[in-house]
């Protein structure tokens, strides 16, 4: 069938350009209602080419058609290999008039090409919404399933989110919707790949799509974009995605492991890991990690091994949330006030305080305040959110006591901090676990398993620490830093393991 590889050699010069000019073409406002961003050819091409070859009768499942960009070349990595009778048939979902017209058009191209060599190609394009659809005809008789599903949050009380209940799924983005759907229309031993956002693999909110997911399907491939500018450049998306191929009740061995920098995979590197370096045994929130690839598997140490229980500590978010005490904010210290702490305060190893900045530097202390304040002492602080771009996903300092007069402290709602019962903790130790925290390994650690650039306090507890006694050891030549970089940290924790 080389005559397909010719098709699909003609169609792939155009198909890119129509896809843009189509996407020029949607209304805008209703663009970011519906979460549409169609996928380039080059990646459609190489998520076709994750399919399984079958001789098999094909029912193709595709939930957001879009311009058919992942239809043709699913069509033509597949018909290559079949040597028996062609049967094939093909599912398309699009609500968009306007893709609609498209997607109609580059179908009947395709069948007219494949009608030429014999092959009748069997298409039915639905206009409707895929989730209502689907929730009321739900029948599990698809072999093939590919999609790049639209990416908005559902309301808890949405006609999407009621429909889903019905048939015992939660979820609270489309993507995840339209990914657990198609898989449940799927025959067992059915292939689905699709790319989505890697918001999925980890955090509560998408606990039970993972738990649905683990529990209907194998993962059969993982593959990480490094830069989150590529998959969807032009239009301007820089949500960090994923392509994962799952088979529907198939039993899990080796997952394939796979990364690129960008969107034409030329520098594509791969490995097989055991699934237990994907999701850890005795994880009950079964994060999906994604390892990284040409380096160790997985960071793991046999002295990294204690939780924060362990070592008697805690970790929280700052209590402070600024806005509903915005009648309380000061930009500088007062008689009367207590310091308060922003990421911005973040400063050599430690932290500046007071700071010329466009946040406050204090808080009035009354009734209300004092109810989100905490002891003065020392703290591990982490900042919340980063760039995905920046050099480090985790970075952490150290709140010395001895900067301040006050008896309390404000820490903002933008960071995290390590606590012992929500009092300080020693300060061996505070300096240790910020020196732990803001090596590279633990960098990359972290990357494995957190897809967006938020580092929450329930990641944090996730992880894994070194002992007490080895965090004080680390502390105590960590004070004599000035800058808490990984490149004068990292191979000195290493070392004092």
């Not at 979460?35 to 939930?63: D, H, R, W, Y």
Request: glycine share 6%; charged share 25%.
């Amino acid at each position: 069938m080389l005559f397909a590889s010719y098709i699909w050699g003609q169609m792939i010069t155009t198909i890119d350009s129509i896809r843009i000019e189509a996407s020029k073409g949607l209304d805008q406002s209703k663009r970011g209602e519906l979460g549409q961003f169609m996928t380039p050819s080059v990646i459609a091409k190489f998520m076709a080419s994750l399919f399984p070859k079958t001789n098999k009768p094909i029912l193709l499942l595709e939930a957001g058609a879009g311009i058919g960009s992942l239809i043709i070349p699913f069509l033509d990595h597949i018909l290559i290999a079949k040597q028996s009778k062609y049967d094939v048939a093909v599912t398309a979902y699009e609500i968009d008039a306007h893709l609609l017209n498209y997607l109609e058009d580059n179908l009947n191209k395709y069948k007219c090409y494949l009608k030429s060599q014999g092959v009748d190609l069997k298409t039915h394009v639905i206009q409707k919404d895929f989730i209502l659809d689907a929730v009321s005809t739900m029948n599990a008789r698809y072999t093939h399933s590919i999609l790049n599903p639209p990416y908005k949050k559902i309301n808890s009380l949405s006609e999407h989110r009621l429909a889903l209940r019905q048939l015992g799924q939660e979820h609270v983005n489309l993507y995840s919707a339209f990914v657990g759907l198609s898989l449940s229309m799927l025959q067992k031993n059915g292939q689905l790949v699709a790319i989505i956002p890697r918001s999925f693999c980890n955090g509560v909110y998408y606990k039970p799509f993972r738990n649905f997911l683990l529990n209907n399907a194998s993962i059969k491939r993982l593959h990480l974009f490094e830069s989150r500018k590529q998959a969807f450049k032009e239009d301007d998306v820089l949500q960090e995605n994923i392509i994962i191929h799952l088979e529907k009740g198939g039993k899990q061995g080796l997952v394939n492991v796979s990364k690129s920098t960008g969107h034409d995979f030329d520098d594509l590197m791969e490995l097989q890991l055991p699934f237990e370096s994907i999701v850890k045994q005795g994880d009950n929130e079964l994060f999906i990690h994604v390892p990284e690839v040409a380096s160790e598997p997985i960071f793991l140490h046999e002295k990294i091994k204690y939780e924060l229980k362990d070592l008697g500590l805690q970790v929280s978010t700052g209590p402070v949330v600024d806005f509903r005490m915005k009648d309380f904010l000061s930009m500088k210290s007062v008689k009367g006030s207590m310091p308060l702490l922003y990421p911005t305060h973040f400063n050599g190893n430690s932290i500046e305080w007071p700071k010329e900045s466009k946040k406050p530097n204090a808080l009035i202390i009354n009734e209300e305040t004092i109810k989100a304040s905490i002891p003065n002492g020392y703290y591990t602080v982490v900042k919340r959110f980063s760039s995905k771009e920046e050099k480090q996903r985790i970075v952490a300092r150290v709140v010395n006591p001895n900067l301040f007069r006050s008896k309390y402290l404000g820490l903002e709602n933008h960071l995290n901090y390590f606590h012992s019962m929500k009092k300080g903790i020693d300060e061996d130790v505070a300096y240790g676990l910020a020196a732990y925290l803001n090596t590279s390994f633990v960098d990359k650690h972290f990357r494995t398993f957190n897809g967006h650039t938020q580092v929450n306090a329930t990641d944090l507890k996730q992880m894994k620490y070194p002992s007490l006694e080895t965090l004080q050891r680390i502390g105590k030549w960590a004070k004599k830093i000035e800058n808490f970089s990984p490149e004068n940290l990292t191979d000195k924790v290493l070392n004092s393991l």
